[in-house]
T-cell receptor
Framework: RKEVEQDPGPFNVPEGATVAFNCTYS??????FFWYRQDCRKEPKLLMS???SGNEDGRFTAQLNRASQYISLLIRDSKLSDSATYLC??????????FGSGTRLQVQP | EAGVAQSPRYKIIEKRQSVAFWCNPI?????LYWYQQILGQGPKLLIQ????????DSQLPKDRFSAERLKGVDSTLKIQPAKLEDSAVYLC???????????????FGPGTRLTVT
């Protein structure tokens, strides 16, 4: 079983739509969680950290459910520029990251 | 502030040949990572350095891969001999020792795209 599992997609949504991605993890010792964004043929970049209390950054909301071992990312009012692969990422405390395979989002005009 | 630099950006070699990649992290970042990203997958950690010491190399295929960070700054990753399954993007990342906003953000370089034929 993979440590981090994501639906690969693609999620094809129209501009302005709300879209949500989920991710499950198997290592209960995981301490920190993140969403990274990766554009085609580019390097990953940190989108946001994920906290148990939930956190919001503009149109993006991230949630962590430790009991069920899943993480979610909600994107409201999707823009064409949101088209990318979204990587679910965890840190088990060694400061090295474990990445999911990513969920591809395509926002269409 | 300059980002993480990597070279070369692209490399094509034949199987059984050798190849080396270079990484220069962000100035002052003590921790350096090498990841392998195969097409359609997320990055996988190969090795983690803190200054010039190895913190984690448990996923490095040591029969063919080696890495060093001799002076605690630049790092090189070598593959000898290469196999077809080594075709991937090799990403270098660095992070500071101190947390920023509650996390140790990793900054990635543009990667080296390796094709083994």
């Amino acid at each position: 079983r993979k440590e981090v599992e994501q639906d690969p997609g693609p999620f094809n949504v129209p501009e302005g739509a709300t879209v949500a991605f989920n991710c499950t993890y198997s290592n209960s010792a995981s301490q920190s969680f993140f969403w990274y964004r990766q554009d085609c043929r580019k390097e990953p970049k940190l989108l946001m950290s994920v906290y148990s209390s939930g956190n919001e950054d503009g149109r993006f909301t991230a949630q962590l459910n430790r009991a069920s071992q899943y993480i979610s990312l909600l994107i409201r009012d999707s823009k064409l520029s949101d088209s990318a692969t979204y990587l679910c990422v965890m840190d088990t405390g060694r400061r090295a990251l474990t990445f999911g395979s990513g969920t591809r989002l395509q926002v269409q005009p | 502030e300059a980002g993480v630099a990597q070279s070369p950006r692209y490399k094509i070699i034949e199987k059984r040949q050798s190849v080396a990649f270079w990484c220069n992290p962000i100035s002052g970042h003590a921790t350096l990572y090498w990841y392998q990203q195969i097409l359609g997958q997320g990055p996988k950690l190969l090795i983690q350095f803190q200054n010039n010491g190895v913190v984690d190399d448990s996923q490095l295929p040591k029969d063919r891969f080696s890495a060093e960070r001799l002076k605690g700054v630049d790092s090189t990753l070598k593959i000898q001999p290469a196999k077809l399954e080594d075709s991937a993007v090799y990403l270098c990342a660095s992070s500071p020792l101190k947390r920023t906003g509650g996390s140790y953000e990793q900054y990635f370089g543009p990667g080296t795209r390796l094709t083994v034929t």
